[in-house]
Every structure is written in structure tokens, then in C-alpha cells.
């Protein structure tokens, strides 16, 4: 059979109406408020409607540090989905949105791939249904209001040299980093300096993932920190009066994407990426109403475990009183190879010996996972050039850290190739194994969190924190948000600060650059080594090659 791409795949899709795929999930058509023909957002009151209803069981896909070779959590995430339903049980999936950053510079689409995709694809990478942009609009509106705020006498008396609210917009544009802003004279406002977020690291887009409701929304659009005074005291966005205004703007975008599979099964489209820089998980409103409308949902969390696993659990999960009943961690033969020291170029050669070299990042990931309490499967996404032997010793390895891995096929084979896992993953789920609790509490101070973080999870010697960074710390839990959870970036491709540095170091340190308080979204943001919030653009940009062909139709994309 001839190679087809994703986007071909895809393209050949067989979709049925948005309210058909409702349909299955008991929302009446007059909830759906349709974009097309093949998406629509669910409504607020249907929401509302199901909240006494007994959850069904939640599963975590997340995986082993990113590298070239490729993992696809994604993909695993949808042909999990389509495995359980294959097997006869009521499930959907839960994934996010994605950013125009990364699908125009070099990490592609964010749909899955081969016959484990979310549909309609292109739509998805691109514009969808509008939420980013209306996260953009939103941030950029208080932007301008503390900006104006300024201009016309600064009744709240904000020192300019301590604004804190930087610009944000979805592209990787380096140049946009740091910049001076008001230039050109008494008409345009007072100079200063100030820069741009790509908007998935916007604390508004935190908030939308994060908040229960529209009043829970505004509540904290509300609560966000944006200046300070010359005395240091906090202003607020509701200092601003703009909360108001920012929630109109995101009143549709709150509520979640209902889309299909390539095999018409549900899925929920809702929520921001980037695990490296914020906490990458999809909305807890999609999140909480697909438990309420299936009895297995399937979700995931951006990049590695140790970036979008430990934030779902310490973030999301306390926060939104989530608990997963299992987690599958997905690996890959070529991953685990270039772990163990192949390059690119030569991953198609049998090498057993450097999938063996590569396994302790497995398992630490595994070991990891575990002291959350919640069991763990392996899912060893399968490539044509896998060998027996290369994923018998991925099985190997796995079994010796106490978790079972299973080659799934649902690249290849859709749903039918998933089977295996799907029924791994029930038999783990419905054996109550799980007894979740995140890896410290509340209570401990900000700076504990932060090392219990990099020393637990990273395997780090310790979190280098200097005295102004301490003090901050210290300021900030005087203030009262010392309860607060910690989110950290870091590079995505090592459990150090160091993207180079492969498998599962240790004697490595964490160096701190900077804090953030993200008062509203509910969590102080932790700079690590080199990390940028704002992205930006490789030597050759995916753009380079994204095209429109003769037929109207979109090349390149993925």
C-alpha cells in the first residue's frame, strides 16, 4: 500500500456531523453550537446540567523526554481513545489545542498521526475555533487598559519600572523578547520597557484552562498581579476594571471543543500546550465534563513526565480535585536508541544494546509516576523498523521497574492495533490500584516546593536560588500565596537544564533565572537555565513549506 501523510490520511477522512457525535454523548443538539460541520462548542448550561453525575475513570498519557526520533503522545492519546471504544467501553479523549508558534516552526501538527488522529486536522493546527485568538484579545485588551491606565494620571500610582503584565501573540518571534515600548513623543504615553510571551504562556490562557465557570473566570482575570506601586503594594487587574471586558471577550472560548476521531469517536479540544513553559494540560472544564459523560477519559500532558505529568498532578489534579485511576507512559524503540547514544541517521538499524543504554530514562519516568501513587503502563508506540528483539528489551526493562509495557500498533492500525493496550489499561484501572496524592503539600514554603521538584523529580542536587530570587519568595508568602503550587520551565529534553544531555542524569544542579507570580491562574511560574517564554523561529521554519496546491488544498502542514 502506498505511503499516505497525515494530512492525506486525514483529509480522506470519513467525518460525521458534530451532532451525531453529540449524539453518543447525550448532549441534545440545541448544546452544540456548531463551527462547520464537524465542530461545536458545548454549552455552559448542558455543563451545568450533568455535575451530579458519577465520574467515570480518568487515564493520564504522558511520555519519556521528547527527542528527533519521535514519541507521539499524542497519537498514543487518540488511539487509546479509539482502543477503549473498540473494546466496548464508553470512552473519549481529552487533548489540547494547538499553537501557530510550533506549527509554523519545526514541531508540526498537534492532532496525532497516521489512523490515530483528531479531525478535521487542518482546522485544528490552524485557527480552530478561535480560542487562542480570543486569549490573545483578551490579554492584549488589559495590556492596553494598564498602558491607557498610565497615560491619562495613574490613579493607582504604578512605578513603570515595575509593570509586570508583558504583551503576549501566538508566533515564535525572538525579536519580540524584550522591547521598548510608547515611543514617539507625550502623545503615545510614557517609554518604558516590556516585552512578549508567545500567548500559550499568557496567564490568561492558564486561567481559561483552570477556572470551573464564567464567575470563576472573571474572579480571577480579576485577581491577576500587573504592576506594582513605588511602595511595592500589588496592583490588580481589577484595579484596571478590566476583568469585565476580558471575560466577554472569552465567554465563547471557555467553553469546550467537541470534536471526532478519524473512527468517530468524541473528543474534547480544549486548552493550551507548552508543558515547558506552562502547565500543559487541557481545560479542567473539558476535563470534568467528559467524566461526566463517559466512564473512560483519556487526556494528556505535554512533553515529557517530568514537565507535563508532575504539572498535571501537582497542579491541575490538586486544583480541580482530579485523581487518575493509571497513567501510560509512552515510549519508542528509535526514542530509546537515541537515549542510548545513535544518532538520527542510523536509528533503523537493529541495536539492542542502545535501547538497553537508553531505558534508564524510561524508568525513571516510571519511578517518577509511581510516587504519585498512581500505577503505571508502558505504551511502546511501534515503528516499521522496530525489531522483536528492541521491544522485548523495552518489555524487559519496564517489568523490572514493576509496569507491564505493551506494543501498540494504532499508527498503523487504528483502533484494532490499540486493542491490547486499551485492555491493559482497563484491567489496571479497575483494579483500584491507584491512591493518588501530589509529591508535597500545600503548606510547604515556596522554595521547599521548588527544590522537592528538582530533586525528587530531576534527580537534581538542588535548585540554585540566589538572595533576590529567596527574597521574592519570602515577599510573596507574606502576601499570603504561600500555599501556592510551582510551575516550573525547563527545556524539554532533559530532565537538567541542559538539552544535550540525555537519559537519566544526575549530579546536575537547577539554576533559577527568574520567578513569576501568577496570583489569578493560582501558581508562582519558575524560570529554569536557558528556557524562553517566548519561542523562537529555527535556521528553516516549517512556514518555509506550508503552502496552498492547485485544488485549494493545504500542503505542508503536517
Not at 5 to 30: C, F, N, T, V, Y
Not at 322 to 340: E, H, W, Y
Not at 482 to 501: E, H, I, R
Request: aromatic share 6%.
Amino acid at each position: 500500500m502506498a505511503f499516505r501523510s497525515d494530512i492525506e490520511i486525514a483529509r480522506d477522512a470519513q467525518k460525521k456531523p458534530i451532532q451525531e457525535i453529540g449524539d453518543r454523548l447525550g448532549i441534545p443538539g440545541e448544546h452544540l453550537l456548531p463551527y462547520g460541520h464537524d465542530k461545536a462548542k458545548v454549552s455552559q448550561d448542558f455543563i451545568n446540567s450533568v455535575q451530579d453525575r458519577p465520574d467515570g475513570k480518568l487515564i493520564l498519557v504522558t511520555a519519556i523526554n521528547p527527542t528527533p526520533a519521535g514519541e507521539g503522545k499524542t497519537t498514543t492519546t487518540v488511539g487509546l481513545g479509539d482502543g477503549l471504544n473498540h473494546i466496548g467501553k464508553k470512552a473519549m479523549i481529552c487533548i489540547r489545542e494547538a499553537s501557530l508558534g510550533p506549527n509554523f516552526g519545526m514541531k508540526g501538527g498537534a492532532a496525532g498521526g497516521g489512523m490515530a488522529q483528531v479531525v478535521p486536522m487542518e482546522e485544528m493546527n490552524l485557527h480552530f475555533t478561535g480560542d487562542f485568538h480570543a486569549i490573545t484579545s483578551a490579554h492584549s485588551l488589559l495590556s492596553a487598559m494598564i498602558d491607557n491606565h498610565i497615560y491619562w494620571g495613574n490613579e493607582q500610582e504604578i512605578d513603570l519600572r515595575r509593570v509586570q503584565w508583558r504583551r503576549v501573540v501566538d508566533m515564535n518571534d525572538r525579536a519580540l523578547r524584550n522591547v521598548v515600548l510608547s515611543l514617539g513623543g507625550v502623545a503615545n504615553g510614557f517609554p518604558r520597557e516590556g516585552g512578549f510571551d508567545i500567548t500559550v504562556a499568557s496567564e490568561v490562557m492558564a486561567i481559561l484552562c483552570l477556572a470551573k465557570d464564567l464567575k470563576d473566570l472573571e474572579k480571577r482575570l480579576g485577581d491577576m498581579i500587573v504592576a506594582y506601586r513605588r511602595d511595592r503594594s500589588p496592583v490588580y487587574c481589577r484595579d484596571i476594571k478590566a476583568e469585565g471586558a476580558m471575560t466577554v471577550l472569552l465567554k465563547d472560548a471557555m467553553q469546550p471543543n467537541l470534536v471526532q476521531t478519524l473512527e468517530n469517536n468524541p473528543a474534547f479540544v480544549h486548552g493550551g500546550p507548552f508543558a515547558n513553559i506552562a502547565h500543559g494540560c487541557n481545560s479542567v472544564i473539558a476535563t470534568t465534563t467528559a467524566l461526566k459523560l463517559a466512564d473512560y477519559v483519556v487526556t494528556e500532558a505535554g512533553f515529557g513526565a517530568d514537565l507535563g505529568a508532575e504539572k498535571f498532578m501537582n497542579i491541575k489534579c490538586r486544583k480541580a480535585g482530579l485523581s487518575p485511576a493509571a497513567v501510560v507512559c509512552v515510549a519508542t524503540v528509535r526514542a530509546m536508541k537515541m537515549n542510548g547514544g545513535v544518532a538520527k541517521a542510523d536509528l533503523g538499524a537493529e541495536n539492542v544494546e542502545a535501547v538497553r543504554k537508553g531505558c534508564p530514562n524510561l524508568g525513571r519516568h516510571i519511578e517518577n509516576l509511581k510516587s504519585f501513587g498512581v500505577p503505571v503502563v508502558v505504551a511502546i508506540n511501534h515503528f516499521v523498523t522496530d525489531t522483536d528483539a528492541e521491544v522485548e528489551a523495552i518489555r524487559e526493562y519496564a517489568k523490572s521497574h514493576g509496569a507491564e509495557a505493551v506494543l501498540s500498533r494504532h499508527w498503523e492500525l487504528g483502533s484494532e492495533g490499540s486493542a491490547d493496550l486499551a485492555r491493559k489499561v482497563v484491567a489496571v484501572a479497575e483494579a483500584g490500584q491507584a491512591n493518588f496524592s501530589p509529591i508535597y503539600p500545600d503548606d510547604m514554603s515556596l522554595a521547599d516546593k521548588i527544590q522537592t521538584i528538582c530533586k525528587r523529580i530531576y534527580r537534581a542536587d538542588a535548585a540554585l536560588m540566589d538572595k533576590k530570587i529567596r527574597d521574592q519568595l519570602k515577599l510573596w508568602e507574606e502576601q499570603g500565596y504561600g500555599n501556592l503550587p510551582v510551575c516550573m520551565a525547563k527545556t524539554q529534553y532533559s530532565f537538567s537544564t541542559d538539552p544535550n544531555l540525555r537519559g537519566a542524569p544526575t549530579g546536575h544542579s537547577v539554576p533559577v533565572r527568574e520567578v513569576r507570580l501568577s496570583a489569578g491562574a493560582g501558581f508562582v511560574v519558575v524560570v529554569c537555565g536557558e528556557i524562553m517564554t517566548m519561542p523562537g523561529l529555527p535556521r528553516v521554519p516549517s512556514a518555509e513549506n506550508i503552502r496552498l496546491n492547485d485544488a485549494g488544498q493545504i500542503e505542508g502542514l503536517f
